[in-house]
């Protein structure tokens, strides 16, 4: 796995000054009163990503499923909720979980479920600090492996992936029964 580089290698992202040209985001823990902003960036990056790559994925998951599952998520060491904050309101969030190993894979692994930047902020290192969060929240955890899925067709996200550290590791090949 390589190793993201960033500004202010020595502190996290969420305390680096940024210039004038990134956004002022601040990047924070998610709360309960999040929710309803979770559920909707989540429904974003399903109408954005999933929605128009792969017709098995439920778009309309977020709104019925979303809320409990951000709710389930919040006081969950095993679980990382952030929020992407600018001027009081939600821009981005990012979902990961850590989990141990196994007899197979014995290593603690944490995953990237999912990540989001509202368009008008991308480019402007938000999604760089959120990744940097999670990345640095995996370690705290004894995590020795971090890992992300993108859609093959979504070549903006893996090259945002691979500028933050993340390499190629497997490929899931799919045929339609």
């Not at 998520?73 to 929020?83: E, H, M, S, T, Y």
């Not at 904050?85 to 990961?96: D, M, Q, S, W």
Request: with cysteine.
């Amino acid at each position: 796995m390589h190793t993201a580089r960033r500004p202010c290698q020595t502190q996290p992202l969420t305390s680096c000054p940024m210039n004038d040209h990134h956004d002022q985001a601040v990047v924070r823990p998610a709360r309960p009163e999040d929710i309803p902003a979770l559920v909707a960036s989540s429904a974003a990056l399903f109408a954005e990503d999933a929605g128009t790559r792969d017709a098995t994925v439920d778009v309309n998951w977020p709104h019925v499923h979303g809320a409990e599952r951000f709710a389930s998520g919040l006081d969950d060491p095993a679980r990382l909720l952030l929020v992407a904050e600018r001027a009081g309101e939600v821009i981005g969030h990012l979902a990961g979980e850590v989990a141990d190993g196994s007899a197979r894979r014995p290593v603690k692994i944490a995953t990237l479920l999912s990540m989001y930047v509202r368009p008008a902020h991308r480019g402007t290192l938000t999604g760089a600090r959120l990744v940097a969060d999670f990345l640095d929240w995996a370690r705290k955890q004894g995590a020795q492996q971090a890992e992300v899925t993108a859609y093959a067709a979504n070549a903006d996200a893996i090259r945002f992936y691979e500028r933050n550290g993340f390499g190629p590791h497997t490929l899931t090949l799919g045929q339609s029964l």
